[in-house]
């Protein structure tokens, strides 16, 4: 079963806007990653943040991790209409190597 | 193209039927992953190998599903008896050392009729 929760399930904002995402997990892990997925297709890394990290950035992406909460967030800056898809956290529990994804949160960002 | 690659893309199958999934890892990834996506909901993990070595695998793994990477490079999903609740996305992912980054496939998609 799935071990992580994102919330919203869904957003819709317009270009230019910022897009923030939220995940909550449930056990103690090695590291998160946050994954995008186009419809029907296969998923994208974005952006890998380690248990001893607390913020992590690349391009227009801004990762934040709290292992005390359990939460992570993943915003988006000035989205673009190509940034519409799902977007997934997972977690690589401690001691194993497999992605514990959650449920996905669907962005649109309208033109 | 020197990323994960799966075969076939597509898979309409009749219940009953055996079905089987290929997926070619990136060259020098030793890590391969299969998980299973349903409509609207995130991948969960199947099962995963080191070299060819299975090293672990879920309980959504039941008795008709079997997968083999004989050699440590690429590896088969079986699916024995399809029943309807199989019809999913099939992804398959590779990494060159875990735990990090795994990078996925395209997936296969299968439709049991």
């Known amino acids: 079963s799935q071990q992580g929760e994102e919330d919203p399930q869904a957003l819709s904002i317009q270009e230019g806007e910022n897009a923030t995402m939220n995940c909550s997990y449930k056990?103690?892990?090695?590291?998160l990653q946050w994954y995008r997925q186009n419809s029907g297709r296969g998923l994208v890394h974005l952006i890998l943040?380690?248990?001893?990290?607390r913020e992590k950035h690349s391009g227009r992406l801004r990762v934040t991790l709290d292992t005390s909460k359990k939460s992570s967030s993943l915003l988006i800056t000035a989205s673009r209409a190509a940034d519409t898809a799902s977007y997934f956290c997972?977690?690589?529990?401690?001691?194993?190597?497999?992605?514990?994804f959650g449920t996905g949160t669907r962005l649109q960002v309208f033109p | 193209d020197t990323g994960v690659s799966q075969d076939p893309r597509h898979k309409i199958t009749k219940r009953g039927q055996n079905v089987t999934f290929r997926c070619d890892p990136i060259?020098?990834?030793?890590?391969l992953y299969w998980y299973r996506q349903t409509l609207g909901q995130g991948p969960e993990f199947l099962t995963y190998?080191?070299?060819?070595?299975?090293?672990?695998k879920s309980r959504l793994l039941s008795d008709r599903f079997s997968a083999e990477r004989p050699k440590g490079s690429f590896s088969t999903l079986e699916i024995q008896r399809t029943e309807q609740g199989d019809s999913a996305m099939y992804l398959c992912?590779?990494?060159?050392?875990?735990?990090?980054?795994?990078?996925f496939g395209p997936g296969t998609r299968l439709t049991v009729l």
């Open positions: 992912a590779s990494s060159s050392r875990g735990p990090d980054t795994q990078y």
């Open positions: 056990t103690s892990i090695n590291n």
């Open positions: 943040i380690r248990s001893n990290e």
């Open positions: 997972a977690t690589v529990p401690y001691n194993t190597d497999k992605l514990i």
């Open positions: 060259s020098e990834h030793n890590r």
């Open positions: 190998f080191q070299n060819e070595a299975q090293l672990e």
